[in-house]
């Protein structure tokens, strides 16, 4: 999917789509949406709205804790396809990638959830 996920919605963005490359062969690897000025202001406000909406700010932390690791518990179970993308998109050596990156991302999350 090549757009932008803004306010609970996907979108096209404004600015249009580029090509993300794989450094190594130079090949496209797909189009993504590319986000104008505007859409990033939409962003913005969209998460200040979400950072003090009732769902979120009035939530028992024990539930926030319980998503924030679920979404660590996902990242994990994908973590040799996460860690394959990001050493395709940006070049990083798979196993920086699949050894330090993903996992950090893992524990952050799961750090956030504590």
């Known amino acids: 999917r090549n757009q932008l996920f803004i306010d609970g919605e996907w979108r096209p963005g404004r600015a249009g789509t580029f090509a993300t490359v794989d450094p190594a062969t ?13 859409d990033v202001d939409d962003a913005v406000e969209a998460a200040a709205r979400a950072y003090t909406a009732p769902s979120w700010a009035a939530m ?18 994908h973590a040799d396809e996460l860690a394959l993308l990001e050493t395709t998109d ?8 699949a050894g330090i990156s993903v996992p950090n991302a893992v524990e ?3 750090y956030y959830a504590g």
């Open 90 to 97: 940006q070049g990083q050596p798979l196993g920086v990638a």
């Open 60 to 77: 028992l932390p024990a539930t926030r804790a319980r998503l924030l690791n679920r979404l660590a518990d996902l990242v994990e179970a």
């Open 26 to 38: 130079g090949k496209v690897i797909t189009d993504v949406a590319q986000a104008s000025t505007a």
């Open 108 to 110: 952050h999350l799961r």
